[in-house]
């Protein structure tokens, strides 16, 4: 084999491996029976997300796989395949596999997402995610709603409580008889009062009046 044919053919491989290795996920599907004109509506669709689609020879391809540590990809790398390569999880499966309801012609075989070799269920799977913006979107929406929630309490608690420094309500003091200037309580008449328990006063154990008695 020419030098130069073989150098190229190496060049090839070691760019289909870089592919596999570094993608966000690869698809392998069969364009049998497509058009001109649907392969560019594809390519056009697969390009809008950022997805590279590709055409190697499959012996080069499966060879790559093998170095990329892909081997179970060699399987579907046989018939007129193209290869999608996206930059995020789920691009190139959910592109490929919208175009794939579209046009039967076009059939899906395997990719590679997460570093692992996928069937076609997982691919449809995938497909129905949106994109990596879409899907951290979600995800904050998810995490947003219980703090929400949570917030909202705290601040209805925080609300319902008084200011800092609020003076609790006094209680109210029960009316007391005056102090006599020789000291001890006296009732109005200057008798010595004992002790009162808010509706009469007692003097020497004895009941003298009630409150009403001394208005």
């Known amino acids: 084999m020419n030098q130069t044919v073989l150098e190229g053919k190496k060049t090839v491989v070691s760019e289909i491996e870089n592919k596999f290795k570094n993608s966000g996920s690869t698809v392998v599907a069969e364009y049998r029976g497509l058009s001109v004109a649907e392969v ?3 390519r056009r669709a ?3 997300e950022g997805v590279e689609m590709k055409v190697y020879k499959n012996t080069l391809a499966s060879i790559a796989a093998d170095n990329a540590g892909f081997g179970e990809l060699k399987d579907s790398l046989t018939g007129p395949n193209a290869i999608a ?3 995020d999880e789920t691009a190139a499966a959910r592109v490929m596999a919208n175009f794939a309801k579209k046009h039967e012609a076009l059939v899906l075989k395997a990719g590679i997402v997460e570093g692992k070799v996928v069937d ?3 691919i449809k799977e995938l497909s129905a995610l949106p994109n990596r913006e879409g899907m951290l979107s979600m995800l ?3 995490l947003n709603a219980p703090v929400t929630s949570f917030a909202r309490a705290v601040n209805a608690v925080a609300e319902a409580r008084p200011a800092d420094g609020a003076a609790a309500p006094a209680a109210e003091e029960a009316p007391s008889a005056g102090h006599h200037p020789s ?3 006296r009732d109005r008449h200057g008798h010595r009062v004992l002790r009162c328990d808010g509706q009469h006063l007692y003097r020497d154990d004895e009941h003298v009046h009630s409150r009403q008695d001394r208005r």
């Open 46 to 48: 697969l390009r809008a």
């Open 85 to 87: 390569f996206g930059e």
């Open 183 to 185: 000291g001890g309580l």
């Open 40 to 42: 560019t509506e594809l």
């Open 120 to 122: 076609t269920n997982t």
């Open 140 to 142: 904050l929406s998810v």
